[in-house]
C-alpha cells in the first residue's frame, strides 16, 4: 500500500504533464521553433549523401556581374542562355527569377521615350525596333522551359492558368495546400511561350525563416497550381498532368504527388520536407562562362541531361536563404536540392501519426518518471529517466537514418524533464519537512553537533567505531526507589521528566552527547562524534551545572511542597565521571542501532557514580584531571576500589567552578 506523500507527489508530476500534454495540442510559437532546430540537428549530423543527379544551376554571380554587368540584364542576353542551354542539350531550363516587367533596355521600349526621340528625331519606330522580351519568348516556344511566378498579395493580379493539368485521387483536397490570392507574374508573352509555370515561393511563416520544407502545391480554392520544382519535374520527363493522391478517411488531406515516374511524399497540406547536403561548388556553373562561345562547350559534360535552374547567388540581389545545415544558401540552390534529394529517392516525412506517437510517448514515459520519483533513490531514478530519454533519442534517430522519418525530440524531453523535476521537487519538498520534523525529534536526544555531523557526513550512518578518548557522565536520582513507592505514578512521571529535562538541557548546552536513559538516569559522553577540546572539563561544567538546576527545582513550588509533603525532600542526583579511552560508533543491527560508546571508561564512570555514597560528594570523577578540569574547585576523594578494577582508582569531587582564592 502506497503512503498518501506517494499519491501527492504523483498528482504533482500528472499536474505538470497533463499541462504540458494541453500546452502542445496549441503548438505555440516557441514549441514550434524548438521542434524545427531539433529535426535541423538531425540534418546536421547525418546530411544528405547521394550521387550526384543530373541538376546544375547558372549562377548569375558576382564574376558575371562583374563581367557582364550590373542586373538586370538584357532579355536578350536571358534569350542567349536559353539557346546555349538548349544547345548543350539540358532537360529542362528553369528560371528562378520573374520578368514582370518590360525591358526598359529594349530598343523598342527606349523608342517610346518622348526626351529621347526629342533629342534623336532620326529614330525608328518602336514597332520597327527589336523587342528584347519578345526575343526571349520567341527562343523559348519549343524548348523544356519553365517559368516562374510568386504567391504576393495585394498585386491584384490573378495567377495565369497551369500549363499541367490536374488529377486527383480521394476526397476533395483543394483547400489543403498553401492558398493564393494573388500573384506576381511574367509578361503575358514570355509566360505564354514557357513550356511549364510553377511558384517560386520558398518560406512559410511557420518556419521561421529557414527553408525546411517547401510547397509542392498552391490553390487558391478552385484550381491547383504547381511549385516550381514539381513543374520542373514535368517538364523533364514531357508529363502533361500531375496527379495528387489525397487521403480516402480525411477531408483537405493529401498523401503524395505523382508526375510522370515520380511520386512524392508530402505533409497532409502538400508540403515537402528538403534534405539538405553541404553546399557544393559542384552545383554551379558561372553565367558568364556560358555566355562565352570558348568555354561554353567545355560545359557540355555538366549541362547535357541536366535539370538547369537560373538563379543568382550575387550578395546584392538579396535571394539567400538559410539552409537546416545552418548555411545561407542562394534560393535557388533551395529548388535545386529539393529536386536531387527526388531524383535520389531520399525523401523525408512527418507522418499523420507522428504527433500521436509523440504524445503517447509522453503520457506513458511521464506517468512512468512519476510514479518511480516518489519510490525510487537519486541515482537509481537518474539512470531510469537517462533509460527512457536514451530510448526515445534512439528512436528519432533510427527512424530517420532508415527510413527518412521525422520525429520530434525537444518535445518530448521537456515535457519528461518537466514531470520529473516537478515530483522530484514535491518528494525533496516532502522529504525536507521530514527531515525537519526527525531533527526535531532527534535533537531531544542527541546534540546539534551530532546533527551536523550526520548531515555532513551520510557515510557514518553505518555499523562500525572507532576508538576514541571521552569523558562518560551517568547521572542517577537519589532515593529513587523510595520515590517510586511513595508517590503517585502521574506525579512520579512528571518530576522524573522535569529531571531529566534538567539533565538534558545542561549535558547538551556543553556540546554533549545523551547516549540513553535508563529509567531515572541519563548516559552521556563527550568527544564524539566531533572532537571537543578540554572535553573532560566540558563534562564536569555540565555536572555542575545539574547540580546548580536540581537545587533550584527542589526549592520551586510546588515541587518542594509536595516532596516534603510526602517526607522526600530534599532531592538530588548523583554523578558519576570518568575520561579514557573507548570505542564509538553505530553499534546494534543492520535495520536499528545507536551511537553509542562501549569500554572500560564507560564502566569506570558508572561505578563512579554510585561511589558518590563513599565520598559523601554528588559528583566524582575517577581518574586524574588535565587541562582546564585543573583550574575547577575539586577535593580529593582518595583512592577507590571499583568493582571490576583491580587496583584502586584515584577519585576527586567536583565541588565548583573556580578554586578558591
Known amino acids: 500500500m502506497f503512503k498518501p506523500t506517494f499519491w501527492r507527489g504523483l498528482l504533482a508530476g500528472l499536474a505538470l504533464l497533463a499541462l504540458s500534454l494541453v500546452v502542445r495540442s496549441y503548438d505555440p510559437t516557441v514549441l514550434s521553433t524548438l521542434r524545427g532546430a531539433g529535426l535541423d540537428t538531425l540534418q546536421r549530423i547525418w546530411p544528405r549523401v547521394s550521387p550526384a543527379q543530373r541538376v546544375r544551376v547558372v549562377d548569375i554571380d558576382e564574376a558575371s556581374l562583374h563581367t557582364l554587368g550590373q542586373w538586370p540584364w538584357p532579355r536578350d542576353r536571358i534569350a542567349k542562355m536559353v539557346e546555349n542551354l538548349n544547345t548543350l542539350n539540358a532537360s529542362a531550363i528553369v528560371f528562378d527569377v520573374i520578368f514582370a516587367e518590360p525591358d526598359r533596355m529594349s530598343p523598342s521600349q527606349l523608342a517610346d521615350n518622348p526626351d529621347l526621340r526629342a533629342n534623336f528625331p532620326g529614330i525608328g519606330s518602336a514597332g520597327a525596333l527589336p523587342n528584347f522580351d519578345h526575343v526571349l519568348a520567341q527562343m523559348m516556344l519549343g524548348k523544356p522551359v519553365v517559368g516562374a511566378f510568386a504567391e504576393a498579395s495585394g498585386t491584384g493580379r490573378s495567377a495565369t492558368p497551369p500549363k499541367a493539368g490536374f488529377a486527383q485521387t480521394g476526397l476533395p483536397a483543394i483547400d489543403a495546400p498553401p492558398h493564393i490570392e494573388t500573384v506576381t507574374t511574367n509578361l503575358p508573352e514570355i509566360d505564354g511561350a514557357a513550356a511549364g509555370l510553377g511558384i517560386i515561393n520558398i518560406d512559410l511563416a511557420s518556419d521561421q525563416g529557414i527553408a525546411r520544407q517547401l510547397p509542392m502545391l498552391w490553390s487558391d480554392g478552385k484550381q491547383f497550381y504547381p511549385s516550381l520544382v514539381l513543374e520542373t519535374l514535368r517538364v523533364a520527363q514531357g508529363a502533361d498532368t500531375i496527379v495528387i493522391n489525397a487521403s480516402d478517411k480525411t477531408p483537405n488531406s493529401i498523401n503524395s504527388v505523382r508526375v510522370g515516374e515520380i511520386e512524392i511524399p508530402t505533409s497532409e497540406h502538400g508540403l515537402f520536407p528538403i534534405y539538405y547536403h553541404a553546399d557544393n561548388a559542384e552545383l554551379y556553373v558561372s553565367a558568364e562562362k556560358l555566355l562565352n562561345a570558348k568555354e561554353m562547350e567545355a560545359l557540355r559534360p555538366k549541362i547535357e541531361g541536366s535539370i538547369v535552374l537560373i538563379g543568382t547567388s550575387a550578395t546584392g540581389l538579396l535571394d539567400t536563404r538559410s539552409s537546416s545545415l545552418g548555411e545561407p544558401i542562394p534560393g535557388v540552390s533551395v529548388h535545386a536540392q529539393a529536386l536531387e534529394q527526388i531524383l535520389s529517392g531520399q525523401f523525408l516525412s512527418r507522418p499523420e501519426w507522428a504527433v500521436g506517437a509523440e504524445f503517447w510517448f509522453v503520457a506513458i514515459a511521464g506517468v512512468l518518471i512519476a510514479g518511480l520519483t516518489n519510490i525510487m533513490r537519486p541515482m537509481p531514478l537518474l539512470s531510469t529517466f537517462g533509460v527512457v530519454i536514451f530510448s526515445w533519442a534512439t528512436a528519432v534517430v533510427y527512424a530517420f537514418k532508415s527510413a527518412g522519418l521525422l520525429l520530434d525530440f525537444t518535445f518530448p524531453f521537456l515535457a519528461i524533464f518537466a514531470t520529473f523535476l516537478s515530483s522530484l521537487a514535491f518528494k525533496l519538498l516532502v522529504t525536507d519537512k521530514q527531515g525537519r520534523n526527525l531533527r526535531n525529534a532527534f535533537s531531544f536526544y542527541v546534540a546539534p553537533s ?3 555531523e550526520i548531515e555532513n557526513n551520510p557515510s557514518s550512518l553505518k555499523l562500525g567505531g572507532e576508538e576514541r578518548e571521552i569523558t562518560v557522565m551517568f547521572v542517577d536520582i537519589e532515593n529513587f526507589t523510595r520515590m517510586s513507592e511513595i508517590l503517585k505514578p502521574e506525579w512520579l512521571v512528571t518530576l522524573v521528566n522535569e529531571i531529566l529535562t534538567t539533565c538534558t538541557n545542561a549535558i547538551l548546552g556543553e556540546r554533549g552527547t545523551i547516549d540513553k536513559y535508563i529509567g531515572d538516569a541519563v548516559m552521556a559522553f563527550w568527544n564524539a562524534p566531533v572532537n571537543i577540546p578540554d572535553h573532560q572539563y566540558h563534562a564536569a561544567l555540565a555536572a555542575l551545572s545539574i547540580q546548580d538546576k536540581i537545587a533550584t527545582l527542589a526549592v520551586a513550588p510546588p515541587t518542594a511542597q509536595q516532596l516534603q509533603a510526602e517526607g522526600l525532600w530534599p532531592i538530588s542526583v548523583r554523578i558519576g565521571l570518568a575520561s579514557g579511552p573507548a570505542t564509538v560508533g553505530n553499534m546494534g ?34 581518574g586524574g584531571l588535565w587541562g582546564k578540569s585543573l583550574d575547577l574547585h575539586t577535593l580529593d576523594a582518595g583512592q577507590l576500589t571499583l568493582r571490576g578494577k583491580t587496583n584502586k582508582v584515584q577519585a576527586h569531587a567536583i565541588l565548583g567552578r573556580n578554586k578558591p582564592a
Open 589 to 622: 543491527s543492520a535495520e536499528r542501532f545507536d551511537y553509542s560508546v562501549l569500554g572500560a571508561t564507560v564502566n569506570m564512570a558508572a561505578r563512579a557514580e554510585a561511589a558518590c555514597k563513599e565520598t559523601g560528594h554528588n559528583i566524582t570523577l575517577v
Open 450 to 452: 551530532v546533527l551536523n
